[in-house]
């Protein structure tokens, strides 16, 4: 059975930082493209940031420079280094790992950015 669960999420001030960890159980994570979308009630997923097997990394504009992905495939595990909160990324994360025409989504996690 696959899994992938996020942790990692919480409540933070302006200018806060966050990790949030995507670990994988029953695929290899390293023959993935995995990446992280966010979404707010009522409103379109966003995708946030991609990881490609081989390491290259895409991210929205409104994350630039701010958030970080990176996988450790020894560890089967993916992250999201958010730096620079602001209250527009407050929202519910959620990891996926895409293969071809396959894939899995975890069961999202809060961040909620407030004074």
């Known amino acids: 059975q696959v899994q992938l669960v996020e942790s990692g999420g919480g409540l933070v001030q302006p200018g806060g930082s966050l990790r949030l960890s995507c670990a994988a159980s029953g695929i290899i994570l390293s023959a993935y493209v995995m990446g992280w979308y966010r979404q707010a009630p009522g409103k379109q997923r966003e995708l946030v940031a991609t990881?490609?097997?081989?390491?290259?990394?895409n991210y929205a504009d409104s994350v630039k420079g701010r958030f970080t992905i990176s996988r450790d495939n020894a560890k089967n595990t993916m992250y999201l280094q958010m730096n620079s909160l602001i209250p527009e990324d407050t929202d519910v994360y959620y990891c996926y790992a895409r293969l071809v025409a396959t894939s899995y989504w975890g069961q999202g996690t809060q961040v909620t950015v407030s004074s």
């Open positions: 990881i490609t097997n081989g390491g290259s990394t």
